[in-house]
């Protein structure tokens, strides 16, 4: 893959329509993805040692990990349907390389549980899936399902994208390192994912300013599940309670950018 | 089927196909490859060539929506993970074909209407009949129709399309090289994930054997229609004996009904092998086409 190599090329001098025709490429995906992923199989590099945890914490990690599945889950299933849905080849071609990063986000994590001794990852995800998380899954597929681009991918490049944003990188920070590396190359991917829900419903609420009020309307239907969503998960990661507005922050201004607070 | 499906894995996927035999690449060509002089200086070569691109850009815009829709019908994380690779590759099928467009001077704002132009409307038939079973959220015909049928008929169309353009197109044969190394995997999905189900659920067979017989007589029409309409997108010279040997044609000098008919023969050979291997029985269409 020979674009997007250069170090120099930055995307964002391009005018709009260059820019698109530029970032939404397989090329410029894998221009991306080759930097963080190449050595790395499964995420993470042979050097990276193993650390042994403690039952509680293994069993945090393990909870954790989970939700992440049902996560990605969710993005998979989201992303691959709004394909279909896509307004244009650019948007079409985006959301394939999210359908194999999502896909890719799954594999590690359901590869680290089987490191950390989970044989059937399917009971064990049923078993600690935080029901808030499930609701906004079915919520989002709701969406996808009834053919609404705009408030599918605002519920799921922008609410669940920052979500995972914000819980992955706090987790990160205090991660055992296999795991902090893994978490780092799915950050990366997320980074990706929530420019462009940003880029896009922000182009396309300026073109047509009579979409913002069904964004709004889902996003206060979404408001308490992103909160339980929230919570669930910085209890399992033991973060103080002084740090979580601060984390909560990635997310309200991505929301107060789009104009929908 | 554990074993075989960790063959399919995402990781496994990027160290073969983009960090394999992607590699260097840029558009699925080389970077200082460009279309053959040959075509712009030759207007029927040129729409010819141009005419081929679109039914290829279509018949992957059909493959990116099915393997995308087959995501969520996926009993089981191995195989959505195989089908968001898949996805991932038609989308850079669509690219691909959509950039030799470009390179063959077609302008960006007129590619929707000149594909709406060109397109062979029994392709679009073709595309509805699986897309139809992708819809209603059935996995195994929407396998059996995109993996076996779609990629099947895609894989000898490249095959065949590669070994024209090899020796007087190197760009284009490369481009091809790297999508047939795709659908050899597709297929090879399709063959070895289906089986299995087919026979857990033997109710399906007549189900899907129907949409294989519908699909397989709009294939024939879309391959009727094309030869009839053009030479076929192989570059053809007057002077020098070219080396496109394909399953016995040489495609430098055959007629377009030879081509049809060595194209039609080798996807149908294909089909009946691998519809055997799952358990399915090839059904002829019953109206010739």
């Known amino acids: ?261 | 089927m554990a074993d075989f499906l960790s063959q399919y894995s995402i990781q496994r996927w990027l160290e073969m196909c983009p960090q394999g035999y992607l590699e260097d690449t840029v558009y699925g060509r080389g970077i200082d490859e460009t279309e053959a002089e040959i075509i712009f200086e030759n207007e029927s070569m040129l729409d010819a060539a141009i005419q081929a691109t679109v039914q290829l850009v279509v018949g992957e815009r059909c493959a990116l929506a099915a393997s995308s829709g087959l995501v969520n019908a996926a009993p089981d994380y191995p195989s959505k993970h195989f089908l968001a690779t898949q996805t991932l590759d038609e989308a850079r099928h669509v690219e691909i074909f959509t950039q030799r467009l470009y390179d063959l001077g077609v302008k960006k704002d007129d590619l929707e209407d000149l594909i709406s132009d060109r397109v062979n409307p029994h392709l679009v038939k073709f595309a509805e009949v699986l897309l139809e079973k992708v819809e209603a959220g059935d996995f195994i015909a929407g396998v059996v129709g995109q993996n076996i049928v779609l990629e099947g008929m895609a894989f000898s169309v490249f095959e065949m399309m590669e070994a024209g353009n090899r020796q007087i197109n190197p760009k284009f044969a490369h481009t091809l090289r790297g999508t047939i190394a795709d659908e050899r995997r597709h297929v090879g999905f399709g063959e070895n994930r289906i089986g299995s189900l087919i026979q857990q659920h033997p109710e399906k067979r007549p189900e899907i054997e129907r949409m294989q017989e519908e699909m397989t007589f709009h294939m024939l029409a879309t391959f009727s229609l094309a030869f009839s309409e053009t030479p076929t997108d192989t570059v053809q010279t007057d002077g020098e004996p070219v080396d496109a040997e394909w399953h016995g044609t040489n495609l430098a000098t055959a007629t377009p009904e030879e081509m049809e008919a060595v194209l039609a023969d080798t996807v149908l050979g294909e089909f009946k092998t691998r519809l055997g291997r799952i358990g399915l029985e090839y059904q002829t269409p019953k109206i010739p086409a």
């Open chain 1, 1 to 261: 893959m020979l674009l997007g190599d250069d170090e120099d090329f930055d995307p964002h001098l391009l005018d709009e329509d260059a820019f698109v025709g530029e970032v939404q490429t397989f090329e410029f995906w894998f221009g991306a993805v080759e930097g963080y992923l190449t050595g790395r199989p499964y995420g993470r590099s042979a050097a990276t040692p193993e650390i042994e945890l403690d039952d509680i914490r293994q069993d945090r990690l393990i909870t954790t990990l989970c939700n992440y599945c049902v996560g990605e889950t969710a993005a998979l299933e989201g992303a691959s349907g709004l394909v279909r849905l896509a307004p244009n080849h650019h948007a079409k071609v985006f959301m394939a390389t999210q359908v194999v990063d999502e896909a890719r986000h799954l594999e590690v994590f359901l590869r680290r549980l089987g490191d950390l001794g989970v044989t059937d990852t399917d009971a064990e995800i049923r078993k600690r899936a935080n029901p808030a998380l499930l609701d906004f899954k079915d919520s989002l597929l709701a969406l996808v399902d009834g053919g609404e681009w705009d408030a599918a991918v605002f519920a799921q490049n922008v609410i669940l994208e920052s979500m995972e944003f914000t819980v992955f990188r706090s987790h990160a920070e205090n991660a055992d390192p296999i795991t902090a590396e893994v978490l780092h190359g799915v950050i990366s991917d997320e980074r990706r994912h929530f420019g462009f829900g940003e880029n896009d419903l922000g182009r396309r609420m300026a073109a047509d300013p009579s979409r913002r009020p069904r964004l709004q309307e889902v996003k206060e239907q979404l408001d308490a599940i992103v909160l339980s969503v929230f919570e669930g998960a910085l209890d399992d990661l033991e973060v103080p309670m002084a740090d979580r507005p601060r984390l909560g922050q990635e997310y309200l201004e991505t929301v107060e950018r789009l104009g929908l607070t």
